[in-house]
Nanobody, 126 residues
Framework: QVQLGESGGGLAQAGGSLRLSCVVS????????MGWFRQAPGKEREFVAAISRSGGYTGYAGSVKDRFIISRDSAKNTVLLQMNSLKPEDTAVYYC???????????????????WGKGTLVTVSS
């Protein structure tokens, strides 16, 4: 299993932006579909976004579509989540996730995650 290390969380005002990073180590970055999940206080963990091995396929939760952008940098073994137009309801711990999968549209569903990061806290004030 690969190890995942998130960074970039913090405090932002509503309408602002943050960028999360996740560095992957201990395995072949190109073999994994990568994704982001989040868990707000008192709620279950939920899917946010995912990107296929090649970067050719992406998927987003309806609540973040058109505001968040997921991307991957193979040279740096890093997956990024650019979060724009932040809302207080985006407040959560954000987790990076990796899944061994073929480079297909179906892979961005992120069913069957193999590895999780420890999470980074994002707080959005109104």
């Amino acid at each position: 299993q690969v190890q995942l290390g998130e960074s970039g969380g913090g405090l932002a005002q509503a309408g602002g932006s943050l960028r999360l990073s996740c560095v992957v180590s201990g395995g072949s970055f190109s073999a994994y579909t990568m994704g982001w999940f989040r868990q707000a206080p008192g709620k279950e963990r939920e899917f946010v976004a995912a990107i296929s091995r090649s970067g050719g396929y992406t998927g987003y939760a309806g609540s973040v579509k058109d505001r968040f952008i997921i991307s991957r940098d193979s040279a740096k073994n890093t997956v990024l989540l650019q979060m724009n137009s932040l809302k207080p309801e985006d407040t959560a711990v954000y987790y990076c996730a990796a899944k061994l999968a073929p480079d297909t549209w179906e892979s961005v569903s992120m069913a069957g995650v193999n590895s999780w990061g420890k999470g980074t806290l994002v707080t959005v004030s109104s």
